[in-house]
């Protein structure tokens, strides 16, 4: 299909969030209501400019479908509010059947696997309960796989199938929303679920939960700053130990508790749920799931530009910060890693862009993984 590009189209901002897992962007037909057609695929490019000048080349901002808003029009002119949404919209409005899937050997049927993991799970679902990916193959009734494309649009091919959850059963009920099913199938082991800008998904141990941390994409400092940063106090107020319960494939419950060792009267956060076959890998949970949420900071702050269009979610930034006497801040971050939870774009002026960043503390003490 020829692309088409639009002279009509008025970008006011683009946000992402962690928690609902996907991208948005809203905007706005000039004169040209006939644009907002409901589902419509788009690209939208943001040229960033620097110093009076344009950059050579548009970024990506986001790969989405159009959902019009409203319509207001007088004699003279009209404008159509639109929302760019990236296909996490959709599944979280699709209904999903119950599902019991099973790790056998030879497979017969689609809900079987040679080889079960709960990554095994999500990207059949994805792929062959909905239509949006583009790089999934339609898989026949004895569970094998033909050579036609299911010929949707997004990319589905990030999906953990190695490191995730090893399961002998493991049973979907029937959801009105299968993006809540994923999501939830997710929480099982630690993992996230979510859409790049590209409208790509992506199944992935969380960030504070992957065996080899991530680079970091971004270093900030106190000069990239604009605004007022907002640093959220988070002191150790609200537990003293986190408690993990897992189940096995043999139906036995698996514990896990770090510090493994506290009073009485303390305070517990317990995580139920989970699925794990390993006393060993429980327990470092344990220990990254009390790191995590025990953090001390949540941050908020603003970068000039469009530099929220260069990051994705969970990226891992660091911060370097000190305050001063003058300003009577006494918190100091030496390149302290963050990972990203929220980003936002706002078009400023006729060219410029103010870009939020909001992030969670990375937090980490002691073995990471065994």
């Known amino acids: 299909m020829a692309i088409e590009n639009s002279t009509s189209l008025i970008l006011q901002s683009i946000e992402a969030d962690g928690n609902r897992g996907g991208w948005q962007a809203t905007a706005s037909f000039a004169n040209d209501q006939d644009e907002a057609t409901f589902g419509r695929r788009v690209d939208i490019y943001w040229t960033p400019e620097g110093d009076g000048l344009f950059a050579a080349d548009p970024i990506l901002a986001i790969t989405g479908s159009i959902l019009p808003q409203s319509v207001t029009f007088d004699i003279r002119q009209s404008g159509t509010p639109i929302t760019v949404v990236t296909s996490d919209n959709f599944l979280a409005n699709a209904g999903l059947q119950g599902i019991y899937f099973t790790d056998t050997d030879p497979v017969t049927h689609p809900h079987q696997s040679t080889d079960l993991r709960l990554g095994y799970i999500v990207k059949h679902i994805i792929e062959q309960h ?22 949707g649009w997004s990319d589905t091919s990030n999906i ?99 510090p493994t060792n506290i009073t009485a009267q303390g305070r517990r956060k317990n995580i139920t749920n989970l699925r794990c076959n390993d006393q060993n890998r429980l327990d470092t949970l344990a220990q990254r799931a009390f790191s995590f949420e025990s953090r001390l900071y949540n941050l908020r702050l603003q970068l000039p530009g469009a530099a ?59 073995t990471l993984y065994a």
């Open 308 to 366: 929220g269009l260069y990051l994705e979610l969970f990226d891992r930034v660091s911060f370097t910060y000190s305050g001063t006497t003058r300003n009577g801040v006494n918190l100091t971050f030496t390149a302290e890693p963050f990972f990203i939870d929220k980003i936002r774009v706002n078009r400023v002026g006729n060219f410029g862009a103010v870009t939020e960043l909001g992030l969670q503390q990375e937090n980490l003490e002691g």
């Open 160 to 258: 953990d199938e190695i490191f995730s959850t090893k399961v002998d059963v493991f049973t979907v009920r029937q959801s009105n929303s299968l993006w809540q099913t994923l999501k939830n199938i997710g929480k099982n082991e630690f993992y996230v679920s979510y859409f790049s800008k590209d409208d790509s998904y992506n199944y992935e141990p969380h960030p504070v939960f992957k065996t080899v941390l991530d680079p970091i994409t971004l270093d900030i400092d106190q000069t990239m700053i604009v605004g007022q940063p907002e640093i959220e106090f988070r002191d150790r107020i609200d537990m003293d130990q986190v408690v993990l319960a897992a189940l096995t494939d043999d139906g036995e419950i698996l514990r896990a508790q770090f």
């Open 130 to 151: 909905d239509n949006i990916s583009s790089t999934g193959f339609v898989q026949n009734t004895d569970g094998t796989f033909s050579t036609d494309l299911i010929g």
